[in-house]
């Protein structure tokens, strides 16, 4: 700038601010106000509130995050949070202010069409539309004939609203829209088929509308540098500030200051950081009234994003009770290895991202050096036995795990049965095994395995499913490993397969939950619930440990979304594969392990039935064919 050209400080700001309406198509702030619009006409449809009025100072920091998009020069806003906080409704009251008082195109997109997107729109929309005069006089009524509104996409007087799933292209292929609402982006597929990256393809719809746009993001994180964590660092990332009622010095609640004596989460109390005063429920509620958003980085280079954060504390539906023992009970899983309860209660309760457990593992040295002698095959402690089988073309592998209270472990048996598993032979093999009594301390008594998982994944898919059905009721599963974000089990699906086209449930396991787990575990140093004791026997030996930590956690960026993957770093790992079966087994059967371990130490151990032969194995003599023809017939 010239020295000519220069004003006076507030002349240059007031030329600035017309540039910016010129560039930005910014107009004035409108004469009704989304947070006023919204006390003034809606009606809360869901939730504690269900049939009350909207009040936004009834939960205080709506307001900052309704009224952003009248600030000047906003066209993102970002929204990080927890759930508890409203963060659906806050989202549901800015669509309704554009279809009442300012219409234009709308899309709202959640991560699937079904069920969330026609969730969306049945149980939070169209109840919003049906209780507010002022939006049902303006969106036409749904008929059967009208193709006009139908559950994804409604006209309204001025504008119109589609709600799609990131998982349709289609859905998100649209005419150009100038309400973007992106709900739940931690959830996306990071990318469409043939079109890009999932958000981008999304906000592409608003481009012609640049500078009039009005574009939400919302969701509860989930891993550092996912979609919502990025989008709020580009964001000026607003903590809403409250005044402590004993000092008056306005802090952000923060988990850091959540204290509680005793273990007793009815003691909780937020502690003021300046004044130590211990603020309760009914005052953290009150005092968000006089609450203002302040931004942690005002500086930052793209003005259009306003980002903010909130967490459970700022719900006026929850309690510190709530969040402290939902955290103890986080804290006590994680004692026995279990992460990922841990890493659930850091995103929906404080909104908060979880660091992933980038490249952990365990050395097999470490495992070694802590075998330990037991007393017995099946030690004390053990209140069930599972089997996880894996399924090679030239061998079974199995590992049996006994079970204690608190999913305590000990290692008690491997076994590899080699054979061309075309054949009948290893499977026969495999019944014996599932017979196996294994000898407790006290003299005749011994537990036998209770569930048994085998991998069908492979080549021997049908010789498993030939395997496992007559063998249901002896609790026999066929598995398959899934990779990816799922539940270590999950409910069967049925598979049919060869003549009859007989049933088996095929249980889908989540291979990488239950490697996470397992490896969390054999971290774990205190023995007690999840640990995992190695016995010192011969085959407990230096290529079992390096097969037990044979993979490694990486993060893997698909079109710059994280994912954790587990790799393998060695290619034999089969110990691994048969303890996650192992695992997967017990989890299926879900035995009450504390009442089990109990009675295995009270009573004898029962002998159960006697070894029956493989049903296969009896027909194969009944017809008299060899058994080789009767396997060359299941091809
Ligand atoms: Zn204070």
Redesign the pocket.
């Known amino acids: 700038m010239t020295h000519a050209a220069a004003g006076t400080a507030s002349e240059q700001v007031a030329v600035l601010d017309a540039y910016r309406v010129a560039v930005s198509g910014w107009a004035p702030p409108p004469d009704l106000t989304v947070s006023e619009f919204c006390d003034e006409h809606l009606i809360v449809t869901a939730g504690p509130l269900e049939g009350s009025r909207w009040r936004t100072a009834g939960a205080e920091y709506q307001r900052g995050i309704l009224d952003a998009f009248h600030e000047p020069g906003v066209e993102i806003v970002v929204v990080k949070s927890s759930s508890q906080v409203g963060k659906t409704a806050i989202a549901l009251a800015i669509v309704a202010y554009h279809i009442a008082h300012d219409p234009c195109p709308i899309l709202v997109v959640e991560p699937t069409v079904k069920p969330m997107a026609e969730d969306f729109s049945t149980n939070r929309l169209e109840p919003l539309i049906d209780n507010t005069p002022t939006l049902a006089e303006r969106v036409g009524k749904k008929r059967a004939k009208d193709s006009k509104n139908t559950i994804l996409a409604k006209t309204f007087t001025g504008g119109s609203i589609s709600i799609g799933g990131a998982n349709s292209a289609a859905s998100l292929a649209q005419r150009t829209v100038r309400l973007l609402l992106l709900d739940e982006i931690d959830r996306y597929p990071p990318e469409l088929p043939g079109e890009g990256a999932t958000i981008e393809v999304a906000i592409k719809r608003t481009t012609t509308f640049r500078g009039r746009r009005r574009i939400m993001l919302l969701s509860t994180p989930t891993l550092e540098n996912a979609p919502i964590d990025s989008w709020h660092r580009l964001g000026d990332q607003r903590r809403f500030y409250v005044p402590?009622?004993?000092?008056?010095?306005m802090?952000p609640y923060e988990w850091r200051n959540v204290q509680w004596r005793d273990r007793d989460p009815l003691t909780a109390r937020l502690v003021?950081?300046?004044?130590?005063?211990e603020i309760g429920d009914a005052e953290r509620v009150a005092a968000l009234e006089h609450g203002e958003w302040i931004a942690e980085h005002p500086d930052r280079v793209d003005r259009t994003i306003v980002s903010f954060h909130l967490w459970e504390a700022y719900s006026p539906f929850s309690s510190l009770a709530e969040i402290v023992s939902s955290f103890l009970r986080a804290r006590e899983k994680q004692k026995e290895g279990d992460r990922g309860t841990m890493h659930t209660w850091e995103n929906t309760t404080l909104g908060e991202t979880s660091k992933p457990d980038a490249g952990a593992g365990v050395e097999p040295s470490g495992l070694l050096a802590r075998r330990e002698p037991f007393p017995a095959i099946c030690p004390p402690g053990v209140a069930c036995i599972t089997l996880g089988v894996d399924t090679q073309d030239d061998r079974l592998e199995a590992v049996a795990i006994g079970w204690g209270p608190g999913e305590e472990a000990w290692l008690i048996h491997r076994e590899t049965i080699p054979g061309d598993t075309s054949q009948a032979e290893p499977w026969a093999q495999l019944d014996e095994l599932l017979e196996r009594e294994y000898p407790m301390v006290d003299e005749g008594r011994a537990l036998k395995a209770s569930a048994t998982c085998i991998d069908s994944a492979g080549h021997r898919t049908n010789f498993v499913y030939e395997f496992v059905h007559p063998r249901q009721t002896r609790r026999v599963y066929a598995i398959i490993g899934r990779d990816g974000d799922r539940l270590i089990t999950s409910s069967p699906s049925p598979r049919r397969w060869g003549i009859g086209q007989r049933k088996v449930p095929l249980y889908t396991i989540g291979v990488d939950s239950a490697k996470a787990l397992i490896m969390n575990r054999l971290a774990l140093t205190e023995r007690g619930r999840g640990y995992v004791h190695l016995p010192a026997v011969d085959w407990c030996d230096d290529e079992f440990a390096a097969q037990l930590t044979s993979e490694r956690l990486m993060q893997r960026f698909v079109k710059g979304v994280p994912v954790n993957v587990w790799r393998k770093i060695r290619t034999r790992n089969e110990a691994l594969d048969c303890s996650v079966y192992a695992l997967a087994a017990l989890r299926i059967l879900r035995p009450n392990l504390e009442q089990l371990a109990q009675r295995v130490e009270e009573g004898p151990v029962h002998k159960e039935l006697k070894p029956r032969r493989a049903a296969f194995m009896d027909r194969a003599k009944r017809t008299g064919k060899k058994r080789e023809s009767w396997m060359k017939r299941q091809r």
């Open positions: 402590c009622p004993g000092c008056g010095v802090h003021c950081p300046e004044c130590a005063y």
